[in-house]
């Protein structure tokens, strides 16, 4: 109205140069907004990774024998990402559209009331696809979730060592990639789903922002035409149409994001809400300095059921065990002396090795006592305790690192020559010294680079080198 009409060069220039500038602080701000936000999405999945990851391995020995490996990572990596993912786009924009909206909205009622009246009658529109795309998109991600933890839990169990030479020796290749690939296809047409949802969704804001927009032009005409507004005014208002639905369809996007978000914590937190079963008393003491007695009283036990240590997403196929599996201790009572070695004989499923995963508290006991110094093992701290006993397993297992790692594994700060006195008496020292880089030599994953002797003997090392009292 005052500058193309009456022909003054001076100020369109000074408005398309303003235009320009204000362009440009948008720009700069929307960059420090992705900075700010990538900031707080990157710093949510570092917390959120770390505590996870502490929290699991605060789990008893029950849990992981209940839980499938590829599924918990599962909720480390995929479920972690996916919540850090919608919380970043949510943040970014968030408060960008929120002030573009209410800047917009002034701007418009000062040009022309009315016409902004009209533009936001649709404004209840946008919120009807948006709830329900947005339960849609919870259970669709929700499914997409459990099948990629199925997928990596299958792969987890098949590329490894043991896994594949299972599939070798016994199982069918083509059956297994074919199983596979029904998996694979499942989670292929959910993405599917999931983008042709998006795409539905964007359309149908698209579609109510041109309805509205086309709407308000009308309104905006009739009003020019009667005099009521200028044209000036109209353009401008026409302009602004833009930047008010823009915000408010991203503003419908973030409530989707926010719901399916909301799957990805809701997973993550199921797992961080587990309870350990084994943990420190308040006032637990530290195990007695010297030698060491053990007895067990009147001991009865029965492992826990799945639904008190996991959670049944964390199983994928097999579904929780809810019927009691039967006492494996039936008041088995015993003593065991300082400085004396004791054998416990039995046929197999006796409960040898449950005697050897309660002493070092790797369970608690249903009934009865295990004391170390006549101090019950729930009163000594977690900690103290296995640092004092030694445990070499029927299937020891090994990193996949060097043989210097996994000894020291046992005992951090250990020499080059406490490690081969070590192995000395464990007799692996000469194996050790005939390869070509000796402690430095990798033995693989869960050490099947080694001989099932060779790896028993090495953890017979490592116990050695730990020097425990038990």
Known sequence: DDGVIPGNSVLVTQIALLVAFIALLDALFNMIGRWFSARIGEGLIFDLRSQVFTHIQKQSIAFFTRTQTGALISRINSDVIGAQQAFTSTLSGLISNVLSLILVTITMLILSWQITIVSLLLLPAFIIPTKWVGKKLQGLTRDSFNLNAEMSATMTERFNVSGALLVSLYGNPKSESSTFSARARKVANIGISIALLNRLFFIALTSIAAIATAFAYGVGGHLTINKQISLGTLLAITALLARLYGPLTALSNVRVDV??????????????????????????????????????????????????????????????????????????????????????????????????????????????????NGIDLRDLQVNSLRSSIGVVTQDAHMFHDTIEANLRYAKVDASESEMEKACQDAQILELINSLPNRFGTVVGERGHRLSGGEKQRLAIARLLLKSPRI
């Open 259 to 372: 719901m399916t978000a909301l799957v990805s914590f809701e997973r993550v937190f199921e797992v961080l809400d587990l309870e350990p079963m084994v943990s420190d008393k308040a006032d637990a003491k530290e195990v007695d300095s010297g030698g060491l007695s053990i007895k067990f009283d009147a001991v009865r036990f029965s492992y826990p059921k799945a639904e008190e240590i996991s959670l049944a997403s964390l199983e994928s196929v097999a579904k929780p065990e809810t019927v009691d599996s039967g006492e494996v201790l039936k008041g088995i009572s015993f003593e065991v002396l300082p400085s004396t070695m004791t054998a416990l004989v039995g046929s197999s499923g006796a409960g040898k090795t449950t005697i050897s995963a309660l002493l070092p508290r790797l369970y608690d006991v249903t009934s009865g006592s295990i004391k170390i």
